[in-house]
């Protein structure tokens, strides 16, 4: 079984500065996806980036970056010039490459950004 | 295109009754998935459906159970209301077509508080 685990509860940064965010996954399959999704208070869960792991480069889309480490099991999400848009709960996420599987999220982070 | 919708968004139940919960996929996305969210245990996959059939489940006590519609709609039901079972339902939908990653979009959720 899968297992994904976010270490920090929560986090906070101030506006416009970068956060790192943690996430280490434990799997015996070799071809996978990783997401990091973004749930603010309102609650719609949405796709921040994602992660095919056959690739060595590494996903990024606009401030949104992550540093996946393919041996060591680690996806971190880096989020630079933070706003006050990102406060949210962030969760990693993890799915076999086999046909239609179900994501198996960590516990999530809580990520202030503090004006 | 229309979102993921939920109903109801908000509900209160007593021990020992039942519930019917509702999702309403993308136009177009055959394939709905079901999650429980908790602070305790985080997000947790309960089931999915595709063209009407069970393609995957969670685990989940038997009180738990869903179906789908032919027009991919999907509710979810859960009887004998225990107080744990308060918690936000969340209902993802895709494409589920394939071999590989079909994108999953979430509702907003149906928070169930159970009194």
């Known amino acids: 079984a899968q297992t994904v685990t976010q270490s920090q509860p929560e986090m906070s940064v101030q506006e416009a500065e970068t956060v790192t965010l943690s996430c280490t996954y434990d799997?015996?399959?070799?071809?996978?996806?990783l997401f990091w999704y973004k749930q603010p208070p309102s609650r719609q869960m949405i796709l921040v980036i994602r992660q095919e792991a056959y690739k060595q480069q590494n996903a990024t889309e606009n401030r949104f970056s992550v540093n996946f480490q393919k041996a060591a099991k680690s996806f971190s999400l880096k989020i630079s010039d933070s706003q006050l848009g990102d406060t949210a709960m962030y969760f990693c996420a993890f799915m076999p490459q086999s046909g239609n599987t179900p994501l198996v999220f960590g516990k999530g982070t809580r990520l202030s950004v503090i004006a | 295109k229309a979102g993921v919708t939920q109903t109801p968004r908000y509900l209160i139940k007593t021990r020992g009754q039942q519930v019917t919960l509702s999702c309403s996929p993308i136009s177009g996305h055959r394939s709905v998935s079901w999650y429980q969210q908790t602070p305790g245990q985080g997000l947790q996959f309960l089931f999915e459906?595709?063209?009407?059939?069970?393609?995957n489940k969670g685990n989940f006590p038997g009180r738990f159970s869903g179906r789908q519609f032919s027009n991919s709609r999907s509710e979810m039901n859960v009887s004998t209301l225990e107080l744990g079972d308060s918690a936000l339902y969340l209902c993802?939908?895709?494409?589920?077509?394939?071999?590989?990653?079909?994108?999953?979009?979430f509702g907003p959720g149906t928070r169930l508080t159970v009194l």
């Open positions: 799997t015996s399959e070799s071809n996978y996806y």
């Open positions: 459906y595709f063209s009407e059939t069970q393609r």
């Open positions: 993802a939908s895709s494409l589920g077509q394939g071999l590989f990653y079909n994108e999953q979009f």
